[in-house]
Structure formats: structure tokens, C-alpha cells
């Protein structure tokens, strides 16, 4: 098992451009999740699936994010146009209702906005 | 509204000795899950260990164990034999378990050094 897959670790891009984050759950999860975190404000559920439909959205800054989940397999997070204050480190987690109901994240992805 | 508090922010530990870093959470739903994640300077999230608010005995996984006070609302993460390499940030989370939402909840944090 090759764990949640994020790309990319790192991404540094220059305010107003288009910023997509990549994640590929582990096989046979239906739920996944993605988490912003900062110094400032910690680890802030943004948006979380269920069987690849958006269930909770209320985390989302603002219209400029926006996350897609098309197959159970693939999700992304894109900022349109990006912020410095969009800076931080976005995580995917993916988990079951089986077992432990414990999440696995993914290694993150470090955006940084100049 | 679910909270997690994590009442300190720092903790330092001498190494081999044990420590505890506390957690009170508050939440209106009968049945949750309890957790506790690492993550050292590397920035991956570990997961440690899992409580359910109906399990009768407190959970333990090798060195950690998390010392559960139902009425208290209170979920205290001890680590024993405290090792160099359990210096991290440590986070609570809660998930409520519920059959129209699913989502983990995670406190502040606890930054805990090891000193040799």
C-alpha cells in the first residue's frame, strides 16, 4: 500500500495564478479530506468526500478554492487566483468507517504564494 | 460545536522519563472517537492512537496509551520511556460518528522536546 500520494511537495507560485493540488486516496477509502495548516490558525478542515461527493464544504476560505473528487481514485484543490495568505501546507487524508477509523494523510504539499 | 483544547502549547521531558500531554474536548454527540497524531519536523502526520467513547478500557499501542476520563471530557496522551525521536507536535482530534457527517476535529497542538 502505497499510502495517500500528494503532489506536488512543494509548489511556489506568484499571486493570481492558478494553483492545483493533487491527491490520490488509498485504494478502498471512501472518505477523504483535505486539510489546510498554518502557524497562525493550526489544522483547518477545508473540504471533505464521501464516495467521491463533497459532503462538507463550510471549511473552504472563499469562492477563489474550489475541490473536485471525479473518481475515487483522484482529487484536487486549486486556488483561482492565488494569495500570499493562501501560503501553508495543504494535506489529503483519506479513511474508512472500518477498523480504527483513523486517517492517513498524505505527505502534503507546501504552497507558497510571493 | 465540537472543540478540542490542548492547554499546552510547549512540554519539555527528560528522556526515559514518561510524559503526559493533556486534551479536553467537548461535544454534545453521544458516540465519537478520540485520537492523537504526531508530527515531527519532517510535517507528516502520524497517527498514534484511537479511543472510541464507548470503549470500556483505555487504548494503549506500545508506548503511548491514552488515559480516558469520559465525564471529564478529557483525553491525556501518556508516552512512557519518553525516546529523543518523540520530539514533535502532538495534536488531538475528535470525530464525531454520525451517518450524515464525518470529519475530524483537531486542537492546537502540543510541541513536545525530548531532552537528552
Known amino acids: 500500500d502505497a499510502g495517500v500520494i500528494q503532489s506536488p511537495r512543494h509548489e511556489v507560485t506568484e499571486m493570481g495564478q492558478e494553483v492545483t493540488l493533487r491527491c490520490k486516496p488509498i485504494?478502498?477509502?471512501?472518505?477523504l479530506f483535505w486539510y489546510r495548516q498554518t502557524m497562525m490558525r493550526g489544522l483547518e478542515l477545508l473540504i471533505y468526500?464521501?464516495?467521491?461527493?463533497?459532503?462538507?464544504d463550510s471549511g473552504m476560505p472563499e469562492d477563489r478554492f474550489s475541490a473536485k473528487m471525479p473518481n475515487a481514485s483522484f482529487s484536487t484543490l486549486k486556488i483561482q487566483p492565488s494569495e500570499p495568505r493562501d501560503s501553508a501546507v495543504y494535506f489529503c487524508?483519506?479513511?474508512?468507517?472500518?477498523?480504527?477509523?483513523?486517517?492517513?494523510f498524505g505527505s502534503g504539499t507546501r504552497l507558497t504564494v510571493v | 460545536a465540537q472543540k478540542i483544547t490542548q492547554t499546552q502549547p510547549g512540554m519539555f521531558v527528560q528522556e526515559k522519563e514518561a510524559v503526559t500531554l493533556d486534551c479536553t474536548y467537548d461535544t454534545s454527540d453521544p458516540s465519537y472517537g478520540l485520537f492523537w497524531y504526531k508530527q515531527p519536523s519532517s510535517g507528516e502526520m502520524i497517527f498514534l492512537i484511537y479511543?472510541?467513547?464507548?470503549?470500556?478500557q483505555n487504548a494503549t499501542e506500545g508506548r503511548y496509551s491514552l488515559n480516558f476520563q469520559k465525564a471529564r471530557k478529557s483525553a491525556n496522551l501518556v508516552i512512557s520511556a519518553s525516546q529523543l525521536g518523540d520530539s514533535a507536535m502532538y495534536f488531538c482530534?475528535?470525530?464525531?460518528?454520525?451517518?450524515?457527517?464525518?470529519?475530524?476535529?483537531f486542537g492546537p497542538g502540543t510541541s513536545l522536546s525530548v531532552i537528552p
Open positions: 482530534a475528535m470525530r464525531e460518528v454520525g451517518t450524515s457527517y464525518d470529519k475530524v476535529i
Open positions: 468526500f464521501n464516495n467521491n461527493v463533497p459532503i462538507d
Open positions: 479511543q472510541g467513547s464507548y470503549d470500556q
Open positions: 485504494s478502498g477509502h471512501d472518505y
Open positions: 487524508a483519506s479513511s474508512s468507517l472500518e477498523g480504527d477509523y483513523g486517517y492517513t
